[in-house]
């Protein structure tokens, strides 16, 4: 194929696709998912999802007037296509990368992009205030939300729905549905009705029959019989029907991979004056048979080929995977004991937990909130339940964590999964939970240095019998060398290496950042003293006195300065003579996409930098 022959290279906005015909829009289709395929597989990102969607972007973007008309992605890992044809074509290929493109909606990337969108459930919400203030401003611009079904049983999601109906004329509401859970005999019924359904004809002709009764004076008794009858009629075969009583109209489901049946619905749902739910059904992965099979698996990923669909093979130990290891071996000990997780089952290491106590084990979708109540609830009950979240999620449900759990003094126990930075992003950076949770009472804050420590405080935290947080980030969970085995004692930290010219405290893995810092002291000359923190609340505050009284204290952590280890150990010594003190961690400014490493270097956050900072302070304290 020659480039002239590449339609995807000629569009360099919405506008460009509108003129294409359905057979030049099915092979612009096939060209984007092919572009997908490439980039994500060099890059790493989001693949299942946004193979998913490309039919039904293009659609979106062919009826609506973008960017006058907004569409708003909930979660916004789906959003590839919506990217390639509306300007960033080109900045595509370098999709998560440090200072390239944004694999999440960003406003400040593009404005096609009207809201930022990285945690389920928030589309409805943000589409309803977008269109409410649009009827404010006398404007008549359009507002869709493209929601998939899993975020679609989020409370969030439930409340946006519920309150549509006021201010939101013409809202639209896109159910993008990937579970294929329509059964065939109720499911040809209802597209085939859908099809008269939808039309924009149809809804000329109720309009039609309601005028034409009400200017009689018995019509209007006749119109309302013959109303009630149609929505008994389809509430019977249609699956729309708890959308219907919401106030929406419902259209669907529709074939999310039929551009032209997508068009054809999306414009006569233009003319509805009621909110309007549409229907979608796609199939994740679609066009790439790897992803097709194992959805999920290729839902994010790293790099990997794309002619075979593999990864590169990893022979360490994840704190995902030693997690899931340590928290069988404690349900084999206790039967007592679940785990609870929020549509993350592979993610947090819970898939084995599952097969080996499938009645023990709860996927509540995503829905946080009711996760940590419902984990409240079997606390209360008497059992003792582990839930396991991502750092970035946990922020969702935090006057719940207060609410139900701290408040109570319930035994639950917290796993908090991908702690500190990542890829992905400010939306997903694990870099704020802590200053949140510090403050909360009853709660004891743990993070393990490695997999052993990891399966220690878990132990731990079974006989604690109190809330308690066990917070880990992505990657290695390999054992320490020289870093020991002291036993855990509550509020105690770890003396991993011992000398008298500057004190590194390491908070949770940044004992390995610490241990680096020490050896290259070491070279130089000086002697470090390394502590494995362990904890951060209750605190090791008698330690940090006496090592603040002769040697400077340098801190690190994996998380924002203000609100975690630097933060303590500012409020320990803020009226205690000392030999100075410097954080390491992350700011209060917005961190973007890349990788930790770039981050690291870019905010230097590195053992280089950290090792020039400690001898300098050294040499100012003699």
Same mark, same amino acid.
């Given at each position: ?25 099915? &092979? ?24 998913? #969607? ?29 990217? =390639? ?88 509401? #896109? ?10 005999? #109720? ?13 924009? %004809? ?31 009629? *389809?509430? =019977? ?10 106030? $929406? ?16 619905? @999306? ?41 075979? %669909? ?19 071996? +404690? ?45 409240? %609830? ?19 449900? =935090? ?12 035994? #639950?126990?917290?796993?908090? !999964? ?35 420590? +990891? ?8 006989? =604690? ?15 320490? @060398? ?28 940044? @004992?390995?950042?610490? @241990? ?9 000359? $000086? ?9 951060? *609340?209750?605190? !090791?505050?008698?330690?940090?006195? *006496? ?28 009226? $205690? *003579? ?37 001898? !300098?302070?050294?040499? &100012?304290?003699?």
């Amino acid at each position: 194929m020659t480039e002239s022959d590449n339609i995807l290279e000629k569009i360099e906005s919405p506008a460009d696709i509108r003129g294409l015909s359905l057979a030049e829009l099915e &092979k612009l289709s096939a060209e984007i998912r092919a572009r997908i395929i490439s980039v994500v597989a060099r890059n790493g990102g989001h693949l299942a999802p946004n193979l998913g #969607v490309v039919e039904l972007t293009l659609a979106l973007h062919s009826v609506f007037d973008t960017p006058n008309d907004k569409i708003v992605w909930d979660v916004g890992h789906q959003t590839y296509t919506h990217k =390639l044809i509306s300007g960033r074509r080109e900045n595509f290929e370098t999709l998560r990368q440090f200072g390239g493109c944004s694999g999440f909606p960003n406003p400040g990337e593009s404005e096609y992009d009207c809201f930022i969108a990285g945690h389920g459930g928030t589309a409805i919400s943000a589409a309803t205030g977008l269109k409410a203030a649009a009827e404010l401003r006398g404007s008549n611009e359009r507002v869709v939300a493209v929601v998939g079904d899993g975020s679609f049983n989020c409370g969030i999601s439930l409340e946006g729905l519920n309150n549509a109906r006021v201010g939101c004329r013409g809202l639209i509401v #896109v159910l993008n549905d990937n579970k294929m859970s329509i059964s065939p005999n #109720v499911g040809a019924m209802a597209r085939h009705l859908n099809h008269l359904i939808s039309a924009a %004809g149809y809804i000329r002709f109720r309009s039609s029959i309601k005028d034409l009764f009400l200017r009689f004076r018995s019509g209007k008794g006749v119109y309302r019989f013959i109303s009630r009858t149609m929505r008994s009629f *389809k509430t =019977l075969i249609l699956p729309g029907s708890v959308f219907e009583a919401l106030g $929406f109209r419902y259209m669907g489901p529709i074939n999310g991979h039929d551009i032209d049946a997508l068009k054809r619905t @999306l414009k006569a749902a233009q003319n509805s004056t009621k909110p309007v739910l549409v229907h979608v059904l796609t199939g994740k992965g679609r066009g790439y048979q790897p992803a097709e099979a194992a959805p999920e698996k290729f839902h994010g990923l790293s790099p990997f080929n794309a002619d075979t %669909g593999k990864s590169p093979e990893h022979n360490t130990m994840t704190f995902s995977d030693a997690f899931g290891e340590a928290v069988v071996n +404690l349900a084999e000990k206790h039967d007592d004991v679940t785990a609870i997780t929020a549509a993350m089952s592979a993610g947090t290491g819970l898939a084995g937990f599952s097969k080996k106590f499938p009645r023990r084990f709860y996927d509540v979708g995503i829905a946080e909130g009711h996760a940590v109540v419902f984990a409240a %609830g079997q606390a209360a009950g008497g059992m003792r339940p582990v839930i396991a979240l991502y750092a970035t999620f946990v922020q969702r449900a =935090l006057d719940c964590l207060f609410h139900d759990v701290c408040l109570q003094n319930l035994p #639950v126990i917290f796993a908090i !999964d991908r702690a500190g930075v990542v890829e992905d992003g400010p939306t997903h950076h694990g870099i704020h939970d802590l200053s949140f949770m510090r403050t909360m009472p009853n709660l004891t804050i743990m993070a393990p240095a490695d997999k052993n420590e +990891l399966a220690e405080m878990l132990e731990f935290s079974y006989a =604690l019998a109190s809330p308690v947080v066990i917070r880990y980030p992505r990657g290695s969970a390999e054992s320490i @060398l020289g870093m020991g085995n002291t036993p855990l004692e509550l509020g105690r930290a770890q003396s991993v290496r011992e000398g008298g010219d500057i004190a590194l405290w390491a908070w949770g893995r940044e @004992l390995v950042t610490a @241990l680096q810092v020490a050896d290259e002291l070491a070279v130089q000359g $000086f002697k470090a003293t390394v502590v494995n923190t362990r904890f951060l *609340k209750p605190f !090791d505050d008698e330690l940090l006195k *006496k090592h603040a009284a002769t040697m400077p204290i340098i801190t690190l952590e994996n998380n924002q300065i203000g609100g975690g280890l630097g933060a303590q150990t500012d409020e320990v010594l803020i009226n $205690f *003579k000392h030999c100075g003190v410097r954080h390491f961690g992350w700011g209060v400014e917005i961190l973007p996409h890349g990788s930790v490493q770039q981050l690291r270097e870019e905010n230097n956050f590195t053992a280089e930098y950290i090792t020039a900072t400690a001898i !300098d302070m050294i040499k &100012k304290s003699k």
